[in-house]
């Protein structure tokens, strides 16, 4: 069995800042893609930001020089700092990973973590 968990979320001011953690655990053989979606009420899931072996990170727009997308493939964990965070940056935060496990390749997802920033 395959799991990811997330930690880091809570409440924040705006301009502040935040760190999420997602660590994959379980019989993985490789690990393509892991990165982060966010969905908030009222609007559909979206990406915030991917890394992908051997390329280079993919950001939302929206995030693009204010969150920083980064991993520790020896501890299949992908990281998420996010700073000078907006009210509009409020939803639930998911980490998702593409892998190789016994079962073979497939997508996981974590159960997410809410990241709330007021105003």
């Known amino acids: 069995q395959v799991q990811l968990v997330e930690s880091g979320g809570g409440l924040v001011q705006a301009g502040g800042s935040l760190r999420l953690s997602c660590a994959a655990s379980?019989?993985?053989?490789?690990?393509?893609?892991m990165g982060w979606y966010r969905h908030s009420p009222g609007k559909q899931r979206e990406l915030v930001a991917v890394?992908?072996?051997?390329?280079?990170?993919t950001y939302a727009d929206s995030v693009k020089g204010r969150f920083t997308i980064s991993r520790d493939n020896a501890k299949n964990t992908v990281y998420l700092q996010m700073n000078s965070l907006r009210p509009e940056d409020t939803a639930v935060y998911y980490c998702?990973?593409?892998?190789?496990?016994?079962?073979?390749?497939?997508?996981?997802w974590g159960q997410g973590t809410q990241v709330t920033v007021s105003s």
């Open positions: 890394s992908t072996n051997g390329g280079s990170p």
């Open positions: 379980g019989s993985i053989f490789i690990i393509n893609l």
């Open positions: 998702k990973a593409n892998l190789r496990s016994t079962t073979g390749w497939s997508d996981y």
